[in-house]
């Protein structure tokens, strides 16, 4: 908690809710989603050292219904990280602050993001032949 | 010209630049840099392992170069975000011993997260 009543600058309730700030918040959203997901990799790669009955258990949590929608989330919050994150760097160079290119990049990731998640739950019902 | 601009009260508790904020800025782009390929890479690797039983699963990761790739995505990935999760505890969690326990937490779950993957990558490698 803020340790004196200070008067505060004007946030959040004030200003017109906007694309490139949604995206950056997205982008810490999604940053968090991800490395708590980092407990699924570790799970699979200690399971797939460990010996068949754990992989198989882990393959099984992997298919369940909890275990599909993890992973459809963590598959789109990885993909929107990579894209953003893209975005982030291309800032970090120099390249891309006109508020006019900072929208085409933004509603670019959000496609991009989106048709990769696609794609990739394509490949994957593609092999198991559906959800 | 070299005027101290801080007081000495600020000096004695110890605020101000620590100088190493620019490290962590390096850090954090030079893991991401490298996450581009290494987690296109991995999403590749989860679709093969997806059709593969346990035996063929482990074949895969017993190649040379998909250890190294696995390894390298898993080091990048937790330093990545323990950068990450560290600013982001640093700028929402306001309560001084709630943040500490949490950076300190975070620290060790990646340092034993990415210990444990690479063991588990290292003895598939080898055997």
Redesign the interface.
Known sequence: MPQAARPLSPHLGIYKWQLTMTLSIIHRATGVALAVGTLLLIAALLALASGPEAYGKVQAFCGSAIGLILLFGWSWALCYHLCNGIRHLAWDSGWGFEISRAYVTGWTVVAVSLLTTIAIWGCVFARTGGP | MSADLQTPLKRVRGLGSAKDGTHHFVIQ?LT??A??PL??WV?FLA?TL??AD?AQ??AI?HQPFAALW?AAF?IA??WH?QL??QV?IEDYV??RWLEITAQVA?KFF?FI?AL??V???V??ALS
Do not use: D, E, K, W
Request: proline content about 0%; glycine content about 6%.
């Open positions: 782009r991401a840099l996450l581009i987690s296109i999403v679709l997806m059709r346990y699963a482990r990761v696995l898993v990935a937790f975000a990450g999760m982001v306001h309560t975070v990646c997260g444990a993957c063991l588990a990558i003895r598939m």
